[in-house]
């Protein structure tokens, strides 16, 4: 490891950065035709903040449903002040598992020097389906679920294990931020985003204090770089997976 | 004891082993799918097609927890009983044109055909004598 790579890990571990490639759908579970009808959102923001950032044409959108991966072409921009976002539609006609991913153009941060592709992935449940919440879906690095990542409560603790090329990342950090869309305002600083390491096994878990959709970013450095202006620049690389607790009616 | 124990049990097992119940149009058919949660297959199971408080349709379900059903209503409900206290019951709708073919009409025109075609067969033969 030279002393580049050791500089960018140390800023890894000490700055709270915030940003979470986003996807939620507008269910996160599907009980009757009505709510079939799924408006996926994707995004690039601080999410407690709310304070957006441009995502380009992500590389690649799809879900992955019943062992296949199908891509989800009919994304459309969309504009929050000047900076864009997507939204597609998608019809759930079946029972089943679909989880929804987006692998972004990867955004160069000039104030760090560095690449950041956030792989952003959700869960959805349809018609009770309930078998294959915890299949992997191939991306390079993912987060999978060790607890049901849909049907949670406001209080419930989710566990996931983190994958890089398909083997755990051990001692990995994971971000977490819960989409504020409540204008809600923390004590401080510290509290905006919450970080947790991943253990020897890359399994980490953390319990959510509020009802709405929270963020886990699971950040690794990039076994490749991107070259831009003649320089090669280290890419940090984040599994981020978006669930949604709710509160009892 | 063991009684109590095993009626919790039974009680937890219902609760984590709720049946689902999806349905949807193909051409002039309802399919019926009907599993547990986890995609557990009910098998063998009941359906019944009901309209207006009244069962117009019966069938069960294949290996697959699967049941095909010509439509003969426009808005029905699908009751499917998984027996052990697993029933669910869904509402489905359809605009598709229903042509239903009344069976007792086209029973009786065959019944009547063959009873002309009978007499006439009779009178042939007496007529013949």
Request: contains cysteine; proline residues 4%.
């Amino acid at each position: 490891m030279n002393l580049k790579s050791l500089f960018v890990i140390g800023s890894l571990a000490c700055v709270a950065w915030g940003h979470f490639g986003v996807v939620i759908p507008s269910n996160s579970t599907i009980d009757n035709p009505s709510q079939a009808k799924e408006k996926i959102t994707y995004k690039f923001t601080h999410p407690f903040e709310g304070v957006m950032m441009n995502l380009d044409k992500p590389v690649e959108a799809g879900v992955f449903v019943g062992g296949k991966k199908e891509i989800i072409s009919n994304l459309s921009e969309k504009k929050d002040g000047k900076m864009s976002y997507y939204e597609a539609r998608y019809n759930i006609k079946e029972p089943g598992i679909y989880q929804f991913y987006m692998d972004p153009k990867p955004y160069f941060e000039p104030a760090e020097d560095i690449f950041i592709r956030h792989i952003t992935k959700t869960i959805v449940n349809a018609y009770g389906y309930g078998e294959g919440w915890d299949e992997p879906i191939g991306l390079k690095t993912e987060i999978i679920p060790l607890t049901r990542p849909y049907g949670l409560y406001k209080g419930n603790i989710f566990s996931g294990k983190v994958l890089y090329k398909g083997k755990p990342a051990k001692n990995a950090i994971v971000e977490i931020e819960y989409l504020n869309s409540k204008s809600l305002k923390a004590p401080g600083e510290d509290y905006i985003t919450q970080e947790v390491k991943t253990n020897e096994l890359g399994e980490f878990s953390f319990a959510m204090p509020l009802a709405g959709w929270w963020g886990f970013s699971a950040l690794s450095e990039d076994d490749e770089t991107i070259k831009k202006d003649g320089k090669e620049y280290p890419v940090e690389i984040g599994a981020v997976i978006w669930v949604e607790t709710k509160d009892y009616e | 004891m063991i009684r109590l124990i095993l009626i919790l049990l039974c009680g937890v097992s219902l609760q984590a082993h709720s049946l689902k119940v999806f349905a949807s149009q193909d051409g002039d058919f309802v399919v019926i799918k009907s599993y547990f949660y986890g995609n557990s297959p009910c098998r063998n199971c009941n359906v019944d097609i009901i309209k207006d408080d009244k069962i117009i349709q019966n069938a069960k379900t294949d290996e697959n927890g699967v049941a095909r059903l010509k439509l003969m209503a426009n808005e029905f409900d699908i009751l499917v009983d998984g027996s052990l206290a697993h029933e669910k019951r869904i509402s489905f709708s359809t605009d598709t044109k229903i042509t239903i073919e009344d069976d007792n009409q086209i029973s009786k025109i065959i019944y009547s055909l063959i009873a002309i075609i009978l007499i006439f067969g009779i009178l042939y033969l007496i007529k013949r004598k």
